[in-house]
């Protein structure tokens, strides 16, 4: 692993830019994020916790689709971007390589995590803790 990759918030200093792009760019708005949707299933009025959450652009549309949705991302700048996007939505700054420890076992029904698995360090304490907060009838 590249030592460019890991804990520290990488898209803090461009997340404004970032956002602007993923919007509406042809990967993202396409091709990503429809098929990360899509896999999840019929999701109205259902919890789904948005992990990685970047500027908000999935919790968006869940929100959009009748979702209850709760985010967290390492960047403080991609939360807020993610808290204007989805008001109704609960987003904080969050380490994926540390546990979701505030967020209780079987609390979600659905976790997305879309685009973030090459930032990450290591992968238990992440995968560890969707498992418990999605519980036994959840998919992550």
Known sequence: MSENVGRDPQYEVFADEFAEHAE???YNAHYDRPACLS???EVAGRRVLDAAC?????AGELAARGAQVVGCDISERMVGLAGARVPAGEFRVHDLAEPLDWLPD???DLVLFALAVEYSTTGSPRCASSA???GPAGRW
């Open 24 to 26: 509406d760019g042809f």
């Open 54 to 58: 970047g500027p908000g652009l999935y």
């Open 132 to 134: 418990a907060c999605c």
């Open 106 to 108: 079987s609390s979600v």
């Open 39 to 41: 896999l999840l299933g």
